[in-house]
């Protein structure tokens, strides 16, 4: 149905995957767009949002989370395009040694904190991760994809090439993979579109960790 609708939900209170919680997410789909919040923002929210008007501006989905900074100072919030890849559109890229991250690996330590799922990577020379994408089990039928690139090895297409072992892992188990790109982030939709990924929706969030002050996602 068309129009904006705002609810409270109990998961929006409970800590999910790898300790975080999500006490705001917002997604716009084919006209609609569900707003679901934790309980104490809602009054908040339900103030600054007329359920019944057509799409969000900016400046409103950036005011929501602005609440939700206020309640949550560590948050880490994101607003931008979601997008799935189903099996007859993937494109794999290969040509670069991929690595799936031992669990014992030493560099594997902080990002174990963050994501719960396989990650894959590819090392420079001297052994030091260049790039990698990690899963987030985020659902019994949906696993999202992260990824970075270190500042230095930039430009050189590792991004698209750990996605895409990232993306044929989720195929293969027979999930669905999901990637969110920031809306101002061109390099990391492109890498999206390359691989076959396309829109389905935009989403925004806000997420906090319940063990890392300085609530990395």
């Known amino acids: 149905m068309p129009g904006v609708r705002i609810s409270s939900s109990p998961r929006r209170e409970q800590v999910s995957w790898c300790e975080f919680r999500v006490p705001f997410l917002m997604l716009q789909h084919a006209g609609s767009t569900h707003v679901s919040v934790s309980s104490d923002l809602l009054p908040a929210v339900r103030r600054l949002i007329e359920p019944s ?53 030493p560099q594997a330590e902080g990002l174990r904190e963050h994501f719960d799922g396989p990650i894959f990577v590819t090392r420079a020379s001297g052994g030091k991760i260049a790039s990698w994408a990690a899963i987030k089990l985020k659902s019994d039928d949906v696993w999202e994809i992260a990824v970075t690139t270190e500042d230095e090895y930039r430009g050189r297409g590792l991004a698209k090439v750990v996605v895409s072992a990232a993306t044929q892992h989720i195929l293969q188990s027979g999930r669905v993979p999901m990637y969110v790109h920031d809306h101002w982030n061109l390099p990391s939709a492109k890498v999206a579109s390359a691989l076959g990924y396309e829109e389905f929706g935009r989403e925004a969030f806000c997420s906090v960790s319940s063990t890392n002050p300085e609530g990395m996602w």
């Open 53 to 105: 008007q057509g799409d969000l501006e900016a400046r409103q989905v950036l005011a929501m989370q602005e609440l939700v900074r206020a309640a949550h100072p560590t948050a880490r919030c994101l607003w931008g395009h979601a997008l799935y890849c189903e099996p007859e559109r993937f494109e794999p890229v290969d040509g670069r040694e991929i690595e799936r991250l031992a669990c014992d690996d």
